[in-house]
Structure formats: C-alpha cells, structure tokens
C-alpha cells in the first residue's frame, strides 16, 4: 500500500465476519451489518503533544482491533475498501 496516514490516524481494514448464523442460516450482504473488527494496516507517526514534541501511537502495523459503527471515513487504496479513522475511534486491541 503506498499511503501513510498522517498524525494521529490509521488505516484499518475490515475483518469479514462469518455470513451464516448459529442455525446455518445464510444471510445475504445487503442485510449484514458491517463488521466492526478489522485490522491496522498503515499508521501515522502519532500526534502532537502540547508541548510539541510528537506523542507515538499506542497500536501498530498488524493489531486487530474494535471501533465504533460510525468510526472512520471508508475509502478504496489500490481497489481495496479500508476505513481512516483518528487512533481515539479505536476502543481496543484484541489479543
């Protein structure tokens, strides 16, 4: 990918959840919710303290992590569909 976000945002793709229920129902893509599990993908160098000085992120390249429904602005980098998020719309890293 040759995009690196800038200050304190990151770059998440989506992890696809499973489209079937417990009972083996299929559920077709216009009714599925969209995933909010993905997975970091680029990150900025971190944003800027107020005493100047840059503060890095707390996640990185490669951690899986929960955000909000509305969390991020989608966009398509090199024909795949990722999120641009600030790292304070991110609740957690799944270990």
Same mark, same amino acid.
């Given at each position: 990918m040759k995009f690196r976000p800038?200050?304190?945002?990151?770059?998440?793709?989506?992890i696809e959840e499973d489209s079937k229920t417990a009972g083996g129902i299929i559920i077709?893509?216009?009714a599925q919710e969209k995933p909010q599990?993905?997975? %970091?993908?680029?990150? #900025?160098p971190g944003a800027r303290g107020e005493d100047g000085k840059v503060v890095k992120l707390d996640v990185k390249k490669g951690d899986?992590?929960?955000?909000?429904?509305w969390s991020g602005t989608e966009?398509? %980098?090199? #024909?795949?569909?990722?999120?641009i998020m600030k790292?304070?719309? %991110?609740?957690?890293?799944?270990?």
């Open positions: 800038l200050h304190d945002r990151v770059v998440v793709r989506r077709p893509e216009t599990q993905g997975e %970091i993908v680029a990150v #900025g899986k992590v929960l955000f909000g429904k966009v398509k %980098i090199d #024909g795949k569909e990722v999120l790292e304070s719309d %991110i609740m957690g890293v799944l270990e």
